[in-house]
């Protein structure tokens, strides 16, 4: 479940990539516009989005298991630990 979340993630955020190069072709050059960024172009960049995200799921999953989970394990614990004084205060 947490691996499909994590590569459609990156997924998602390669093809906002390809938009944001789209538009910023659009709104710079936006009477060659057409030619730069044409159809066949505009599906590479998403078959590119593919194959990357999909290389890079190895590598997020590390990262998460590695260094975010830790981390919120220990941001948790804080809370909590902090929820225990103002209980005790009271």
Same mark, same amino acid.
């Given at each position: 479940?947490?691996?499909?979340? /994590?590569?459609?993630?990156?997924?998602?955020?390669?093809?906002?990539?390809?938009?944001?190069?789209?538009?910023?072709?659009? /709104?710079?050059? *936006?009477?060659?516009?057409?030619?730069?960024?044409?159809?066949?172009?505009?599906?590479?960049? /998403?078959?590119?989005?593919?194959?990357?995200?999909?290389?890079?799921?190895?590598?997020?999953?590390?990262?998460?298991?590695?260094? /975010?989970? *830790?981390?919120?394990?220990?941001?948790?614990?804080?809370?909590?630990?902090?929820?225990?004084?103002?209980?005790?205060?009271?």
């Amino acid at each position: 479940m947490v691996y499909n979340k /994590i590569s459609l993630c990156s997924m998602e955020i390669f093809i906002l990539v390809s938009v944001t190069f789209d538009r910023y072709v659009a /709104i710079i050059k *936006p009477l060659h516009c057409m030619v730069i960024v044409n159809r066949q172009k505009c599906n590479m960049l /998403i078959v590119l989005a593919w194959a990357v995200s999909s290389v890079n799921k190895d590598k997020e999953m590390a990262v998460l298991y590695s260094v /975010i989970a *830790p981390k919120l394990n220990l941001l948790i614990c804080t809370l909590r630990n902090v929820e225990m004084k103002i209980a005790m205060r009271k």
